[in-house]
């Protein structure tokens, strides 16, 4: 009987659930006017003297050097008396 229960409680749920989707959705109607949003502020203009006052304390900004191209390590070839190589890379 319990299992009986909870197979048919999930169908009547989502059941439910549709149904109540389907009402907020049939609440809402299409031809009424928007609602008008209040305009948004404009920004504060700077006045000259504010723009001199508020001027970067370090000065202009660096412009970086193009740095060097990449070269990768060479690999050092070492190979053992039993004629394996060995390919010794350096993490620096």
Do not use: N, Q
Request: proline share 16%.
């Amino acid at each position: 009987m319990r299992f009986l229960r909870s197979t048919l409680a999930l169908p009547i749920v989502a059941m439910v659930a549709m149904v109540s989707s389907g009402l907020a959705v049939a609440a809402c109607d299409p031809m009424a006017a928007p609602v008008a949003r209040p305009a948004l502020p404009l920004a504060p203009t700077a006045s000259p003297s504010a723009t001199v006052a508020s001027s970067d304390p370090l000065g202009e900004r660096p412009i970086p050097a193009r740095p060097d191209a990449y070269t990768p390590p060479v690999p050092k070839l070492v190979t053992t008396k039993s004629g394996l190589t060995v390919w010794h890379v350096p993490k620096h």
